[in-house]
């Protein structure tokens, strides 16, 4: 069946480091997204990307970055850790179209900025 | 721009009770609904979506939810809830324009089934 894993699960790092979250699927999907979710503020967008060497900002791009070098594979980086980037990732993705896609979400990763 | 409002962020009902999960809207296009769920310490799955047609959409689990265009309202409701209902419910747009494909997502409501 096809899935959209994502790794570490959990992940604890300190500030200042950079970290690297992997999401992939095997849905062969061309719409990718990476979700932060916190408490009182629901899904927000960091980045997403509509096909291989395609990226774009979200709502709350700040300190992350993403690069989509395959159809398979998002990953997401924060350059230099902080403690208000501690939050529950998500990845998901859907089809290519017109908007009315459903996106398939991963398992999240929680990570942690001491 | 688009924006999601869930009334409600907690809702606590009884075993085989009704339920009635609130969602408004604002935007200036006309927009796709979707209500997706998440159950503890998973990812969050689609329960149902409006895109055209009929007003009132059914979903998996014997959920339901009514697109109201004059009210910007997309209310989520199921006749008889079960313990296995307990999870946190989004609701979510996407609007028809170049950014048709990104959602905004409400805050989420936490449903809590008591016995």
């Known amino acids: 069946d096809a899935e959209i894993t994502q790794s570490p699960r959990h992940k604890i790092t300190e500030t200042g480091r950079q970290v690297t979250l992997a999401c992939h699927q095997t849905?062969?999907?061309?719409?990718m997204f990476w979700y932060r979710q916190d408490l009182g503020h629901g899904l927000r967008l960091i980045h997403y990307?509509?096909?291989?060497?395609?990226?774009n900002k979200g709502e709350v791009s700040d300190g992350y970055s993403v690069s989509r070098s395959n159809t398979e594979d998002l990953p997401l980086t924060l350059e230099s850790a902080a403690s208000s980037q501690t939050s529950v990732y998500f990845c998901?993705?859907?089809?290519?179209?017109?908007?009315?896609?459903?996106?398939?979400f991963g398992p999240g990763t929680r990570l942690l900025v001491l | 721009a688009q924006s999601v409002t869930q009334l409600d962020s907690q809702v606590p009902v009884f075993e085989e009770a009704p339920v009635e999960l609130r969602c408004n809207y604002s935007?200036?296009?006309?927009?796709?609904l979707f209500w997706y769920v998440q159950y503890p310490n998973q990812g969050l799955q689609l329960l149902l979506k409006?895109?055209?047609?009929?007003?009132l959409v059914k979903g998996i689990n014997g959920f339901e939810a009514e697109f109201n265009k004059s009210q910007t309202s997309f209310h989520l409701r199921k006749p008889s809830v079960h313990i296995s209902d307990t999870a946190e419910y989004f609701c979510?747009?996407?609007?028809?324009?170049?950014?048709?494909?990104?959602?905004?997502f409400g805050s989420g409501t936490q449903l809590t089934v008591l016995p």
């Open positions: 849905w062969n999907h061309n719409n």
């Open positions: 409006y895109l055209s047609g009929s007003t």
């Open positions: 979510a747009v996407s609007d028809l324009t170049g950014s048709a494909r990104q959602l905004t």
């Open positions: 990307s509509y096909g291989v060497h395609d990226t």
């Open positions: 998901a993705s859907s089809e290519a179209g017109w908007g009315g896609e459903t996106q398939y």
């Open positions: 935007s200036s296009v006309s927009v796709y």
